[in-house]
């Protein structure tokens, strides 16, 4: 009896632990692409004057509490903090040439294998976090798709990746104000084990030059923030000084245009 009852405790929970995901997930979506979704990302572009955000030259923000940028825009740099005591991690780094660093770790410099895993770690952590900050300014680019989804009467849009980042294959439905402002989205992302996962836009903030971005994303299981966050013409009117100085003078030549 006992063999047989603690066979009965797993197939439980795998049949709880299924159903609850039936429940949850929800299929990925088929949507339309064409000069239709075309215009309807540029009409978000508008809401949210994209342009302003491609012209502002650095940004300062911190990610759910845990990570803090510093990001040299015009240079495609940045400066990425998490950690603390022996464990505060300062790596400066390349956005286009991401094995290009440098890196302390408890405030020492590190070298060799351990600077290549930190540089690695904060380019993962760059891509995630400004991903979430502003995944808006992604639509137009290489290896994106966007579409026309129909839901509830309402035109959606849907966008899908083949590539870019660290994880090719995500996908996400944007639900619309009439002005073009996104309200939510559901993500069929890998992060997540099931698909559909929703989280609405909230707390818009104008940054310099005009750029609006959305710096908190919430649901019925979390609240993501990202602030503090601060913009800037450069990084030296963001934080009064060039902090990638060491970059680039360790890295003569470092790539500083895509």
């Keep these: ?61 911190t990610f759910w509490g845990q990570s803090h940028h510093i990001w040299d825009r015009r240079r495609w740099f940045d400066q990425v903090t998490w950690g603390k005591g022996a464990k505060k991690a300062v790596v400066t780094l390349s956005l286009l040439e991401p094995h290009k660093g ?11 294998k351990q600077l290549a895993s930190l540089l690695k770690k904060a380019y993962e952590i760059w891509c995630n976090d400004s991903y979430w900050l502003n995944p808006l300014e992604k639509f137009f680019d290489r290896g994106v798709t966007r579409s026309i989804v129909e839901k509830h009467g309402k035109k959606m849009l ?47 903030k104008t940054l310099a030059g005009g750029g609006k971005v959305s710096t908190l994303r919430t649901n019925s299981l979390f609240s993501l923030r990202m602030e503090p966050i601060q913009g800037a013409k450069d990084i030296k009117t963001l934080v009064g000084s060039d902090i990638f100085r060491s970059l680039t003078q360790r890295f003569p030549g ?4 895509p």
Excluded: C
């Design 1 to 61: 009896m006992l063999r047989k009852a603690l066979w009965i405790v797993p197939l439980t929970l795998a049949t709880i632990v299924g159903g609850v995901f039936l429940f949850l997930h929800k299929p990925r979506p088929q949507g339309k692409p064409g000069p239709a979704a075309d215009a309807l990302a540029k009409k978000v572009w508008k809401a949210v004057n994209n342009k302003a955000w491609q012209e502002m030259g650095a940004l300062r923000w």
């Design 102 to 112: 440098l890196a302390t770790l408890g405030g020492r410099e590190v070298t060799g």
């Design 158 to 204: 849907f966008i899908s990746f083949s590539s870019g980042g660290v994880t090719p294959g995500d996908a996400y439905l944007y639900e619309l104000d009439p002005t073009g402002l996104p309200l939510r989205w559901w993500m069929w992302v890998s992060v997540f084990p099931i698909g559909g996962v929703e989280a609405k836009f909230e707390n818009w």
């Design 254 to 257: 470092i790539r500083t245009k």
